[in-house]
């Protein structure tokens, strides 16, 4: 087991005995995890419309993955040593080189040939929709030579609405795991920020079409209308012709919120 950042000992512990457990409170229905590689490095992208998305998503795979997180977490003692232990890399978003040191350890994640994820609208979706992703996961796809699997989860709002406490019991959720979105095909779209933004688009786009949720162009978040915006195009794909809606982009600040809430 690793003894760098992310998920070790710890995770592979909780997950062999958790799933079970989880299994017998949660009906979940999971699709596409013959997808996932058996091994060396991916980086998985969910929706995000619930706190659980990522402990049912840890409890489905069958090998550790390492997830960023808040750096608030790391300020109640519930969460201090728990969610570290479980995984998650915190990430101060006020951005800067705090929330680049945390990228650079989710970089020695992927190095060291694990699975690493990050929720691409960086925040729950309180209203249900789908919102424009950061591109951090393309940056590191891209980076390390790596495959984002976009993951479209459903049903978990119902679990645990963005304000419960505590989740509902005996209820039904789904996750999917869509096809491989490879870094080769934008290496050479110009630009390395359009080439970013353009692979991001076309992971919003499959989560799209895994979860069915109404696509909003724009960032979540309450400055996302003051951020500004470029261009990018979702690269052909081999195994079917798909087209993303002409999508926008934002550089700044992109550091600073890729952590869900």
């Known amino acids: 087991?690793?003894?760098?950042?992310?998920?070790?000992?710890?995770?592979?512990?909780?997950?062999?005995?958790?799933?079970?457990?989880?299994?017998?409170?949660?009906?979940?229905?999971?699709?596409?995890?013959?997808?996932?590689?058996?091994?060396?490095p991916a980086i998985l992208c969910p929706n995000h419309v619930s706190f659980i998305d990522s402990a049912f998503l840890l409890l489905s795979v069958s090998r550790n993955i390492s997830f960023v997180g808040k750096a608030e977490y790391m300020d109640s003692w519930k969460t201090k040593y728990l969610f570290p232990a479980m995984g998650m890399i915190p990430i101060d978003r006020t951005g800067g080189n705090k929330s680049t040191a945390a990228l650079d350890a989710a970089a020695e994640v992927l190095e060291r040939g694990e699975l690493f994820g990050i929720f691409p609208e960086g925040t729950r979706s309180r209203s249900g929709d789908l919102y424009k992703g950061r591109t951090g996961a393309a940056r590191l796809a891209m980076k390390i030579g790596c495959p984002i699997f976009p993951v479209g989860i459903v049903g978990t709002a119902q679990i645990q609405p963005p304000d419960a406490v505590v989740p509902k019991f005996f209820a039904s959720c789904e996750i999917k795991i869509g096809r491989a979105i490879k870094p080769e095909r934008y290496r050479d779209r110009g630009a390395e920020h359009i080439a970013w933004r353009s692979m991001t688009d076309e992971v919003m786009y499959e989560i799209r079409e895994l979860t069915g949720q109404n696509y909003v162009n724009r960032y979540?978040?309450?400055k996302a209308e003051t951020e500004p915006t470029i261009e990018g195009q979702v690269g052909t794909v081999t195994d079917a012709e798909h087209r993303s809606q002409p999508d926008a982009g934002a550089?700044?600040?992109?550091?600073?919120?890729?952590?869900?809430n």
């Open 220 to 222: 979540a978040g309450e």
């Open 1 to 40: 087991m690793s003894s760098g950042p992310g998920a070790g000992a710890t995770q592979d512990k909780v997950r062999k005995f958790g799933g079970p457990v989880a299994s017998r409170l949660w009906n979940v229905k999971l699709s596409g995890f013959e997808r996932l590689p058996t091994d060396g």
């Open 251 to 260: 550089l700044e600040r992109e550091l600073a919120v890729v952590a869900g």
